[in-house]
């Protein structure tokens, strides 16, 4: 799906090549802030990195990621998708980030909730999960918020800068949803 309406501010838009200046403009724009969570900024140094990016994830043969660029009011906000999904045994899980402007505005818990609507009952998923660095307060808030089972601690999951970062696994399954929210 090209596009998908999340309400009436915020959109999501199937990530294209023509993206890679504001997506490479505003991660320069907020590195500082960014590269508290998110290990890519730092080998993001060039439009030309973001359009290797954009490449890898809209590749044809990719059929593992479905990110979407989020807009607020119009206005690029951040990232948002499905990665490393596992179509046979029909689960994905759920990657976001959020230029430092566009904080606090439930953007993102807005877009992961109709992200799991999709997943549900368009791409037939049975399971999503959500992964958080374990001292990432303000993400591990959108999972709890929306009804997702804390399973666990990923033990040095992620690697950030020059160690390696304990991420918390969040999941909900397709027959959690009507404990969490309508669909």
Same mark, same amino acid.
Do not use: P
């Given at each position: 799906m090209e596009h998908i309406r999340v309400n009436e501010k915020i959109r999501l838009e199937m990530l294209k090549a023509s993206m890679a200046q504001i997506i490479f403009e505003t991660i320069d724009r907020d590195r500082k802030y960014l590269r508290n969570w998110l290990p890519f900024v730092d080998d993001t140094k060039k439009v030309s990195d973001t359009e290797? *990016?954009?490449?890898?994830?809209?590749?044809?043969?990719?059929? =593992?990621? #479905? #990110? +979407?660029?989020?807009?607020?009011?119009? $206005? *690029?906000?951040?990232?948002?998708? *499905?990665?490393?999904?596992? /179509? $046979?045994? =029909? =689960?994905?899980? #759920?990657? +976001? /980030?959020?230029?430092?402007? $566009?904080?606090?505005?439930?953007?993102?818990?807005?877009?992961?909730? =109709?992200?799991?609507?999709?997943?549900?009952q368009k791409l037939k998923l049975n399971r999503i999960q959500i992964k958080v660095a374990e001292n990432n307060t303000k993400s591990a808030s959108i999972p709890k918020r929306l009804g997702f089972v804390y399973e666990g601690t990923e033990r040095a999951g992620e690697k950030h800068h020059n160690k390696y970062l304990n991420l918390k696994v969040y999941s909900l399954l397709k027959e959690d949803i009507s404990k969490s929210f309508a669909t």
């Open positions: 290797t *990016f954009i490449a890898t994830v809209t590749n044809t043969n990719n059929n =593992k990621d #479905i #990110i +979407y660029s989020i807009w607020y009011n119009e $206005m *690029f906000a951040g990232l948002i998708g *499905f990665k490393d999904t596992d /179509w $046979m045994n =029909k =689960k994905s899980e #759920i990657g +976001y /980030w959020l230029a430092e402007n $566009m904080q606090g505005k439930r953007i993102v818990t807005s877009c992961v909730e =109709k992200l799991i609507q999709h997943a549900f």
